[in-house]
Nanobody
Framework: QVQLVESGGGLVQAGNSLRLSCTASEVTFSPYARAWFRQAPGKQREFVGGIFWNSGAIFYADSVKDRFTVSRDKAKNTVYLQMFSLKPEDTAVYFC????????????????????WGQGAQVTVSS
């Protein structure tokens, strides 16, 4: 079973940047898409950004598209979430995910579309 391992979370001040990484445990893992979600206390898991693994096409949630960037390194089987101009409302546990199932960007913005999940990385933004 492929495991997704996240790293890079932490405590930052508002306005600063942070980069999360998510590496698959199997080098040969080739999903259809990978994505980032986040979940704040008492809230539902929310889509942040995703990437079609082969083409590299990226899709974002409107709430973060001007501040967050998703990228990938296929050789390292790693996907990144670069976050700029962080705000206190970005505080959440961030999860990476992956799916072998195909679908369009709209379908892939739903957490139920993914069968692989990381353990989560806490990001806390102080004001």
């Amino acid at each position: 079973q492929v495991q997704l391992v996240e790293s890079g979370g932490g405590l930052v001040q508002a306005g600063n940047s942070l980069r999360l990484s998510c590496t698959a445990s199997e080098v040969t893992f080739s999903p259809y898409a990978r994505a980032w979600f986040r979940q704040a206390p008492g809230k539902q898991r929310e889509f942040v950004g995703g990437i079609f693994w082969n083409s590299g096409a990226i899709f974002y949630a409107d709430s973060v598209k001007d501040r967050f960037t998703v990228s990938r390194d296929k050789a390292k089987n790693t996907v990144y979430l670069q976050m700029f101009s962080l705000k206190p409302e970005d505080t959440a546990v961030y999860f990476c995910s992956a799916t072998r199932r195909s679908g369009n960007a709209s379908y892939l913005k739903s957490a139920g579309s993914y069968e692989y999940w990381g353990q989560g990385a806490q990001v806390t933004v102080s004001s």
